[in-house]
């Protein structure tokens, strides 16, 4: 038995039986809640390349399986990045039923994982663009419900991640010339270059950004949180393996820049761009652009890989309490789309359902680095470190957090602008109720005690050895 | 070894192909024309991969036509005008597409210092079809017509970096994925009407 067909076939082909069997909404709910975590729990448990004895029986789990002529590996330093993989996973299946976010996400969702954790145990590493591209084309069916009007952004999605992977690979093929012969400087300026449009493509980097706000605009929030939070993140993971293997690329000034400008550039234009909105769904994708951007400039500070891996909790329990609150409020105002998330229909919404705006504040709050939340230690360290960089460039990120702060201010006015008197009352159904307040008390302890969590997460980064020292 | 005449005659296909995707306002030529792109895309790809691949390659594109032809022919009505009737719209779409001919031969003529691995006739056909393909998805908001110009543009993509890479793995992946476009395409044109869950 090998890892990639625990870690890989089992999730891919339980989604895909699943898929038939979707009509049992809670049921596919659960189990696909219930395989994460068994599988979470089988990445942290069992060990790769040692003996298992079950009772009378006893294998070994290989590190590679060999498909088409390839390697699929996944090592035992690996393993607590699918411990996290699938915890993150879990916790997004666990409230598809509470949010309404359709029948297709669960299943279609652990197939993106299992194409996701491809991508990472994929060797040539830069075939993983493939393997994105395909993750990619899984999720639109969760991001595009049926019997709904497709918008412009679903199509813009799918054409700007369409984009990226040609240019990975044939970056590839270009870093493969750089190593054979480093000393040439414009062999090397084209690798970079073409590395980068794919970035710019796939990470939706200004100014190929434009569908973030427009699929947030118009798509189930709980579907772009959670297609917001993972592909990201996965796709900044493969960045992390160029940057790994390539000393020159991590090493090199222009391209260290040319990253933290990318970065710069989201936090600021997200942050900027999300204060002027007046549609929550607008603010939930730029906040995610904000995420994006943090990430980026994760990559460019001393300790960043460990940087890296510790923003994941505070932005999953942000983004996910976030977008649960936005999919709470379609749901109870009506089902007929996601217009009901301008600030002109959610006028007095806080004195109807305390508890979701209350959840959508501390979210917003979280993602902007309000002291106290999950957001604000990983934000502290990271202005720290940039500051010791270049002031300006941490003033400039700070704006950024500022327009997402303002963002905020102005939703909690629309949440409680009343035309006339308005009784207090709780609407919300238990179950959201009481996910939001386990959400908002996880935000806060962990923006209380970031201890419990960042050397954890920090760990993660040993897949990385040469960025992580 | 394909020989020059079969690959140039395989450029004029794609290049004539491609520009009938960009004109025409019949969905069924449109799809018509996308599956008679890929034996241009064959004979291109041919001179670097086995058969069998490029046969691979052949097929999977031809049943992204099929796909994306079922898809129309279930769509709902209003999908099936590509464009709104304007009527200098051809013309400005054939203005365009000469423009971006000219752009493409500058560009191959000048692409032999970083890609001279890659004969001219092949290189030309990648890049006609990479830029009528991205020419296409700059005009058009209507689904077929965007996964036919991403598919046109991938398999651009696809025969320049055939020439690169012949791993198995990679061409089932590239096969994968164009039939992935076809499937999200056909998903999109048909979700509309489906019965909401």
Not at chain 1, 254 to 265: A, C, D, E, F, Y
Not at chain 1, 448 to 457: A, C, G, V
Request: hydrophobic share 55%; aromatic share 10%; glycine share 8%.
């Amino acid at each position: 038995m090998s890892s990639a067909l625990i870690w890989i076939i089992v999730p891919g082909i339980s989604g895909i039986i699943l898929y038939f069997f979707r009509r049992w909404y809670r049921t596919t709910v659960a189990c696909g809640t219930v395989i994460m975590l068994l599988l979470a729990g089988a990445a942290w448990k069992i060990h790769i390349d040692e003996l298992i004895k079950i009772g009378p029986w006893s294998m070994t789990i290989h590190e590679s399986l060999v498909i088409l002529g390839r390697q699929f590996t996944l090592t035992p330093s690996q393993q607590p990045l699918l411990v996290a993989i699938f915890m993150l996973m879990a916790f997004w299946f666990a409230l598809v039923y509470v949010a309404d976010s359709g029948r297709m996400y669960v299943p279609l969702g652990m197939v993106v994982g299992a194409l996701l954790i491809a991508a990472i145990a994929v060797e040539p590493f830069l075939y993983a663009a493939l393997l994105i591209e395909l993750a990619v084309l899984v999720c639109v069916p969760i991001l595009a419900q049926p019997g709904h009007p497709i918008g412009k952004g679903v199509l813009r999605f799918i054409i700007f991640q369409s984009f990226g992977f040609p240019f990975i690979l044939f970056s590839g093929w270009l870093l493969a010339g750089v190593q054979a012969s480093p000393e040439e400087l414009l062999l090397m300026t084209r690798a970079s270059l073409t590395l980068g449009f794919g970035f710019l493509f796939l990470l939706a980097i200004f100014p190929f950004h434009t569908w973030i706000p427009m699929l947030a605009e118009e798509s189930h929030p709980y579907a772009v949180g959670f297609v917001l939070v993972i592909l990201p993140w996965m796709v900044s993971l493969l960045g992390l393996g160029f940057m790994d293997r390539y000393l020159w690329l991590r090493t090199s000034v222009p391209v260290i820049n040319m990253v933290q400008l990318g970065g710069v550039m989201m936090v600021l234009i997200g942050g900027i761009w999300s204060a002027f909105q007046h549609h929550l769904g607008r603010i939930l994708g730029y906040a995610c652009m904000v995420e994006i951007g943090f990430s980026l400039l994760s990559m460019t500070v001393s300790n960043g890989a460990q940087l890296f891996f510790t923003l994941l909790l505070p932005r999953g329990l942000a983004i996910g309490v976030w977008a649960l609150a936005l999919s709470t409020i379609i749901r109870t105002k009506s089902n007929t789309g996601t217009d009901q998330l301008r600030f002109s229909a959610i006028q007095g919404a806080a004195r109807q359902m305390p508890i979701v705006s209350t959840g959508l504040l501390v979210a917003n709050f979280s993602v902007a680095g309000l002291p106290l939340l999950a957001g604000f230690p990983s934000r502290l360290a990271l202005w720290s470190d940039l500051t010791s960089q270049s002031l300006l460039l941490a003033i400039i990120t700070m704006l950024g957090s500022v327009g997402l702060f303002i963002s905020g201010i102005r939703t909690l006015r629309a949440l409680l602008m009343v035309d006339q008197d308005q009784n207090w009352s709780i609407q919300e159904r238990t179950s959201v109720a009481l996910f939001l307040i386990i959400g908002m008390v996880l935000i806060v302890l962990a923006g209380l005690l970031p201890n419990w969590f960042s050397p954890t997460l920090a760990q993660i980064s040993q897949i990385f050895p040469n960025i992580a020292r | 070894m394909t020989s020059e005449p079969v690959l140039i005659g395989a450029v004029i296909l794609v290049s004539l192909t491609s520009m009938l995707i960009l004109l025409v306002r019949d969905w069924r030529y449109c799809v018509s024309a996308l599956a008679v792109q890929y034996i241009g895309v064959f004979f291109l790809v041919f001179p670097s991969w086995p058969v069998e691949m490029a046969v691979a390659k052949m097929v999977a594109g031809w049943m992204a036509g099929a796909i994306l032809g079922i898809a129309m022919a279930t769509s709902s009505s209003s999908w099936h005008e590509l464009d709104q009737p304007a009527r200098f719209g051809p013309l400005f779409r054939l203005l365009a597409a000469l423009i971006v001919a000219l752009t493409v031969t500058s560009l191959v003529l000048h692409s032999e210092t970083w890609l001279s691995m890659i004969n001219l006739p092949t290189r030309w056909g990648s890049f006609v079809l990479i830029s009528f393909g991205l020419l296409q998805l700059s005009l058009t908001t209507h689904p077929l017509r965007i996964f036919t110009g991403l598919l046109t543009s991938l398999s651009g993509f696809e025969i320049l970096y055939a020439a690169l890479e012949m791993s198995t793995l990679v061409t089932g992946l590239l096969a994968g994925i164009t039939l992935g476009l076809a499937l999200v395409g056909a998903y999109i044109l048909v979700a509309p009407s489906m019965e909401s869950t």
